[in-house]
């Protein structure tokens, strides 16, 4: 009789267990983005990522978005978002909080990645082997880079001298020494999104941006004069709050893991390149704007200009040397792995 006694226990002990599980409601994340809900970002890349863990996560893990910074429109307070809880995972641009990630830096330096797929994975594969600052109290699930950057304006540039005198925006001290470098006014604290009024109103008339800023942003309705020179480029950094990693069930970090680093990096990269390319096809057919790419001896006056900023970049940096090195390497790694 108490053997029967005993498994009846044991078999509701097991069945109460399992519709614990069943009833238990899934740890929901909050994902905050100040993009819009159509902007490149979400739709090719975020959207994608987010239903393929929700999809392997069904049942107890779940991430909801919040775009359009329904959760914070600041583009230079997302880091807090992560930080305070009010978001658990942001879309988050390092350059966007001075003095925290300065490794980082080093994709801003001009004529080294041709493309984003390539700067993603070499700033990425960095990060992992932990040559990047800054990154102790979050939890990076993935860190990348957009295409290289290029001269986007109200008047024509073909050459660093069509530069000088004009009021252009900056962010970060390597566009800081550029600026310098072609003798043109920095203006800081520009977020993107209010770069295409700057230029309305004539508080700046350049900007140094990728395709995707430029259309995500609306600056195309501004800016008609496009200088394609590849003047370096920013990271970008989808993070979440490194205490709320820690607290998810192993269930759901190994379906963060499997779906974040660099599969997540990669889908960033490449999604990029092909999406961009159609619309800067789409641009230079356009008899409103004017592009213009510097090759031949125009690309070495520009190579020629911007290398005493970044010499002063890397004097400024005590790793500056070291990580230009390692960056240069990773992108050579990934070049030969196409």
Not at 26 to 34: H, Q, S, T
């Amino acid at each position: 009789m108490m053997e029967m006694i005993k498994r009846a226990l044991l078999a509701f002990s097991v069945v109460a267990m399992l519709a614990g599980t069943a009833w238990a409601e899934p740890v929901v994340l909050k994902f905050a983005c100040f993009e819009p809900p159509k902007s490149f970002a979400l739709t090719k890349v975020f959207m994608p990522w987010v239903e393929q863990v929700n999809k392997a996560g069904k049942g107890f893990l779940k991430i909801d978005v919040y775009p359009g910074g329904v959760l914070g429109r600041n583009p230079l307070k997302q880091l807090e978002l992560v930080r305070n809880g009010v978001a658990d995972i942001a879309w988050i641009l390092p350059s966007y909080t001075p003095g925290l990630f300065e490794d980082d830096e080093v994709v801003e330096v001009p004529f080294l990645a041709k493309n984003a797929l390539e700067a993603s994975v070499s700033i990425w594969r960095m990060f992992e082997k932990g040559m990047l600052s800054g990154y102790d109290n979050i939890h990076p699930l993935m860190l990348g880079a957009a295409q290289p950057y290029a001269v986007h304006s109200t008047f024509p540039v073909k050459v660093p001298g069509d530069m000088k005198d004009k009021k252009i925006r900056a962010v970060g001290k390597m566009q800081y020494y550029f600026a310098d470098a072609y003798g043109a006014i920095p203006v800081g604290r520009i977020p993107v999104p209010q770069i295409a009024e700057a230029m309305s109103r004539g508080v700046i008339q350049a900007t140094l941006n990728e395709w995707n800023g430029i259309r995500t942003f609306r600056i195309d309705d501004v800016a008609y004069y496009h200088c394609m020179v590849p003047l370096g480029t920013i990271t970008f950094l989808v993070a979440m709050n490194k205490e709320k990693y820690e607290s998810l069930s192993p269930e759901a970090k190994a379906v963060l893991d499997k779906y974040s680093g660099e599969p997540f990096v990669r889908s960033w990269g490449g999604e990029q390149d092909k999406d961009l390319a159609k619309y800067a096809e789409k641009i230079a057919h356009d008899p409103k704007h004017h592009v213009y790419t510097a090759t031949g001896p125009v690309l070495e006056e520009w190579k020629t200009t911007l290398a005493p900023a970044v010499e002063k970049w890397i004097k400024d940096r005590p790793k500056g040397a070291t990580l230009i090195k390692a960056y240069k390497e990773e992108i050579a790694k990934v070049r030969a792995e196409k």
